[in-house]
């Protein structure tokens, strides 16, 4: 009998959404949606994107040229908070594009702060932990019975 680690699976996703994150805010809910328990007949696991380690370690400089759109999602940004200094179109996306060239050349703000804010590493230690005694136990049982 295999011991079920989905529960503490579940706690961990549960745990990492209370902690805070970048800046003091929790993660939100929308990238929260993205962890999943995964279960197959052999094994349990969390799927997540691949660029979860940004939230501790901040968007570090591009390795390559290709457009990734982030244009858009600067301007949306900026305009969301008011931080255009220009009142033209053309200006907005300008300080757009700029903002941009900039995070892909030297990463952003958190990056270049070199901090490490702890999202999800410590939570994931103390999970690994439960699981492996809960499979100590369970192989001190089975050699308890064969003996």
């Known amino acids: 009998?295999?011991?079920?680690?989905?529960?503490?699976?579940?706690?961990?996703?549960?745990?990492?959404?209370?902690?805070?994150?970048?800046?003091?805010?929790?993660?939100?809910?929308?990238?929260?949606r993205m962890f999943e328990v995964v279960?197959?007949?052999?094994?349990?696991?969390?799927?997540?994107?691949y660029w979860i380690p940004v939230l501790q370690k901040g968007r570090g400089p591009r390795k390559s040229n290709t457009d990734s759109g982030l244009v858009k999602k600067i301007y949306k940004w900026m305009e969301s908070r008011g931080m255009f200094k220009s009142h033209t179109t053309?200006?907005?996306?300008?300080?757009?594009?700029?903002?941009?060239?900039?995070?892909?050349?030297?990463?952003?703000?958190?990056?270049?702060?070199k901090t490490f804010i702890d999202v999800?590493?410590?939570?994931?230690?103390?999970?690994?932990?439960?699981?492996?005694?809960?499979?100590s136990l369970l192989i001190g049982k089975i050699t308890m019975e064969v003996i």
Request: hydrophobic share 30%; net charge positive.
């Open 90 to 113: 053309k200006g907005k996306l300008n300080e757009a594009r700029f903002m941009t060239l900039y995070i892909n050349k030297h990463g952003n703000q958190h990056f270049r702060s």
């Open 1 to 32: 009998m295999i011991p079920d680690v989905k529960p503490e699976l579940d706690e961990l996703i549960k745990n990492i959404a209370q902690r805070n994150g970048y800046y003091g805010n929790k993660i939100p809910a929308s990238i929260m």
């Open 39 to 49: 279960e197959t007949d052999y094994n349990c696991g969390i799927l997540v994107p």
């Open 120 to 135: 999800y590493e410590t939570e994931r230690k103390k999970t690994i932990e439960k699981i492996n005694k809960k499979f």
